[in-house]
């Protein structure tokens, strides 16, 4: 079964880090790029991270600039998501998805790709 499955999030305090887990099962992350992208209760999803298919670009998006990092481990066939200094406005569901290009680290342009069903980051003040 192609799928993509998040982990890591949960409930942290302002100022914390916390590292996100992005599993691929039923296909490689090979030669993919990556995105990460949160949704907050009545506000679009907007863009967190998003690493090329080449593994050479690496892109951040405004909600969380600085403050993240985006890995891959081929190993596990697994992307990461480092967070750090949350806030609690960052408190969202955080979901990842693949594509075969990357155009941008817009939502839009991974609409075609393979998305997970995301894990729940709670950031109390």
């Known amino acids: 079964q192609v799928q993509l499955v998040e982990s890591g999030g949960g409930l942290v305090h302002a100022g914390d880090s916390l590292e996100l887990s992005c599993q691929a099962s039923g296909f490689s992350l090979e030669n993919l790029a990556i995105g990460w992208f949160r949704q907050a209760p009545g506000k679009e999803r907007e863009s967190v991270a998003c690493?090329?298919?080449?593994?050479?670009?690496?892109f951040d998006g405004d909600s969380m600039k600085g403050r993240v990092s985006i890995s891959k481990d081929r190993g596990k066939n697994t992307v990461y998501l480092r967070m750090n200094r949350l806030k609690p406005e960052d408190t969202a569901i955080y979901v990842c998805?693949?594509?075969?290009?990357?155009?941008?680290?817009?939502?839009?342009?991974?609409?075609?790709?393979?998305w997970g069903r995301g894990t729940q980051v709670t950031v109390s003040s």
């Open positions: 998805a693949t594509e075969l290009y990357l155009q941008s680290c817009a939502p839009h342009d991974f609409r075609l790709g393979t």
């Open positions: 690493l090329s298919a080449s593994d050479d670009s690496r």
